[in-house]
């Protein structure tokens, strides 16, 4: 299971940037999960809290924002969503000439956090 690896991965950032801003608790980590990136989002929300353990992240929410794949044909510059298993063959033209444009992201995109520190707060209110 390779989400543990992915949720591990996650913590290890996000503990990174927080801790030294001065968070005393993460409230949530959102994050864009390509269709195509391999994951299970049920394994890795469960695999978050795990991972979460003792650290300041320890209880925060992980949001999971889906992104669908999308292609682009180079031949008839068509784009449509290639589904799961992906179908990279264009619909239009048949052309194999074909650009993934979305669908493998994995990446955090946001992170909720209290902090001690003075006014301004160094953490975005959520």
Do not use: K, N, Y
Not at 28 to 49: I, K
Not at 55 to 79: F, K, Q, S, W
């Amino acid at each position: 299971m390779h989400e543990m690896s992915i949720a591990l991965a996650v913590v290890d950032q996000v503990d990174g940037a927080a801790r030294p801003a001065g968070a005393t608790a993460v409230r949530s980590v959102r994050l864009q999960v390509g269709e195509l990136a391999g994951v299970v989002p049920d394994a890795l929300t469960f695999s978050f809290q795990l991972a979460c353990a003792g650290t300041v992240l320890e209880g925060a929410e992980l949001d999971i924002e889906p992104v669908p794949a999308r292609a682009r044909c180079g031949a008839c510059a068509r784009t449509w969503l290639p589904g799961m298993p992906p179908r990279l063959t264009c619909p239009g033209c048949g052309g194999t000439d074909t650009e993934l444009l979305s669908g493998r992201e994995l990446q955090i995109v946001r992170v909720c956090w209290h902090d001690t520190a003075p006014h301004p707060p160094i953490s975005q209110e959520c």
